[in-house]
């Protein structure tokens, strides 16, 4: 059974930093191009980045380029992203998602982890 | 960057009816590439639809999609009460994911 389960979120003033973990089980995400989804509160969803299944290559959103950062640890079967400079505007639940090679869907999702930047 | 636009924004139906859902692309969208979600409140999104009309696994066959280039449907034949949700559609393009603004199927 696949399982996604994400931490690390919570409370953050502006300018601040936080890492969001992502835990797998019943899937190798070295296996897969790895997704990072957030959803602010009310609105829609986010695409902030992926990272291939051989770590050489990590795409990022505009909103979130240079100021996050997306990496794997194959050893624990995780996923990361590393956010720096945060704004309010990046406050939302932050989905990590399984694109499972069926023209780049993403068919695993966990239940999210709510970041909220605020003073 | 590809903008996909959802229509209507909120679609209100009744349990046993059709339901059709757009999704245009400003752009010429790989029809392979276009996928389908369901959401509902306190959930994560729930793929349905990939390649713009194959079913993912265990999704029902009254949900369908087709389309090509810009105009996507998402079409659900005979609504059950637990498809009353929020859809959104995605494509994969220029090394990143797009997805729309949603549609919201209300009762």
């Known amino acids: 059974q696949v399982q996604l389960v994400e931490s690390g979120g919570g409370l953050v003033k502006p300018g601040g930093s936080l890492r969001l973990s992502c835990a797998a089980s019943?899937?190798?995400?070295?296996?897969?191009?790895m997704n990072w989804i957030r959803q602010a509160p009310g609105k829609g969803l986010e695409w902030v980045s992926h990272?291939?299944?051989?770590?050489?290559?990590?795409k990022y959103a505009d909103s979130v380029k240079g100021r996050f950062t997306i990496s794997r640890d194959n050893a624990k079967n995780s996923l990361y992203l590393q956010m720096n400079s945060l704004r309010a505007e990046d406050t939302a639940v932050y989905f990590c998602?399984?694109?499972?090679?069926?023209?780049?869907?993403?068919?695993?999702w966990g239940q999210g982890t709510l970041v909220t930047v605020s003073s | 960057e590809i903008v996909l636009t959802q229509s209507p924004g909120t679609l209100s139906l009744s349990p046993g009816e059709r339901a059709t859902l757009s999704c245009r692309a400003s752009?010429?969208?790989?029809?392979?590439?276009l996928a389908w979600y369901q959401q509902k409140p306190g959930q994560a999104p729930r793929l349905l639809i990939y390649?713009?009309?194959s079913r993912a696994t265990g999704i029902p066959d009254r949900f369908s999609g087709s389309g090509s280039g810009t105009d996507f449907t998402l079409t659900i034949s005979r609504l059950e009460p637990e498809d009353f949700a929020v859809y959104y559609c995605?494509?994969?393009?220029?090394?990143?994911?797009?997805f729309g603004q949603g549609t919201k199927l209300e009762i």
């Open positions: 990272i291939s299944s051989s770590s050489s290559d990590t």
């Open positions: 998602a399984r694109d499972g090679g069926s023209g780049w869907s993403l068919d695993y």
């Open positions: 390649g713009a009309s």
């Open positions: 752009q010429s969208v790989i029809r392979s590439y």
């Open positions: 995605q494509q994969y393009g220029g090394s990143s994911y797009t």
């Open positions: 019943g899937l190798t995400v070295s296996d897969y191009y």
